[in-house]
């Protein structure tokens, strides 16, 4: 059983940036692959960015890419996305979420664990 709390969201003017952490309960967090997605007003959850057990492979979405940055320290049991450059579009819930094995970690229903979610608004 893994928990996850996110925290860091707020309201930020574009071009800014956030930082948002996922906090895991349990001693098993370094056996999780772990993942970003948000959800804007009306649209589905999708995929922001993964990273893997060891913190040594990370993807993105295209959206983000060079913008967004994940990491992971799991001495700290503590998931990262620093967000740089946000714009309006950024505007979502952002959700943590876990996995142990999955085929495609672009998708939400393979995940096992979701945290509650922080909601970041970027005005223009």
């Known amino acids: 059983q893994v928990q996850l709390v996110e925290s860091g969201g707020g309201l930020v003017q574009a071009g800014g940036s956030l930082r948002l952490s996922c906090a895991a309960s349990?001693?098993?967090?370094?056996?999780?692959?772990m993942s970003w997605f948000r959800q804007a007003p009306g649209k589905e959850r999708e995929f922001v960015a993964t990273?893997?057990?060891?913190?040594?492979?990370?993807y993105y979405a295209g959206s983000v890419s060079g913008r967004f940055t994940i990491s992971r320290d799991n001495a700290k049991n503590t998931l990262y996305l620093q967000m740089n450059s946000l714009k309006p579009e950024d505007t979502a819930v952002y959700y943590c979420?876990?996995?142990?094995?999955?085929?495609?970690?672009?998708?939400?229903?393979?995940?096992?664990?979701w945290g509650q979610g922080t909601q970041v608004t970027v005005s223009s």
């Open positions: 979420a876990a996995v142990r094995s999955y085929s495609d970690y672009r998708e939400a229903r393979q995940y096992e664990y």
């Open positions: 349990g001693r098993t967090f370094s056996s999780y692959t």
């Open positions: 990273i893997n057990w060891s913190g040594i492979s990370a």
